[in-house]
């Protein structure tokens, strides 16, 4: 028990000095957290209906919506039809929000080289691993 008891305490620690990695390098950039969220859920995986991008990122649709009215306002991203289900708007990075995405997954990159940087290849590779079992309990 008391393994896992400090697995939980060093889980929630990363979490908590991640979180303010995050806030440190959106602050003063004129953008919330969870829109730069957005950025990165839409860079990553291409455009997607509301309802899917909802889903990833945990929140309802209404709420959602709040956020990519501003977003669209912002030039980061647009709304268009879905090519098949006309009843469907998809939402998708704009020129401006592509460059915000990849500013961003640098910045994360040079982040996950950074404190990676004392683990070995076979370290990295199993890291990579357990955070895959692990993200997929989500």
Do not use: C
Request: glycine share 6%.
């Amino acid at each position: 028990m008391k393994d896992i008891e400090q697995l939980n305490h060093t889980i929630i620690e990363f979490y908590e000095k991640l979180s303010s990695w995050e806030q440190s390098v959106v602050r003063g950039k004129g953008f919330s957290l969870p829109q730069v969220h957005i950025v990165e859920i839409l860079g990553a995986h291409g455009a997607m209906r509301m309802k899917e991008l909802a889903d990833k990122i945990g929140v309802t649709t209404g709420t959602l919506t709040v956020q990519v009215d501003k977003m669209v306002q912002a030039e980061l991203i647009q709304r268009r039809p879905h090519e098949s289900d006309r009843r469907s708007i998809l939402v998708d990075l704009t020129e401006k929000g592509v460059e915000m995405y990849q500013e961003h997954d640098h910045l994360h990159l040079s982040l996950t080289q950074d404190i990676t940087a004392k683990l070995d290849d076979t370290e990295r590779k199993n890291l990579l691993m357990y955070l895959t079992k692990m993200n997929q309990e989500f």
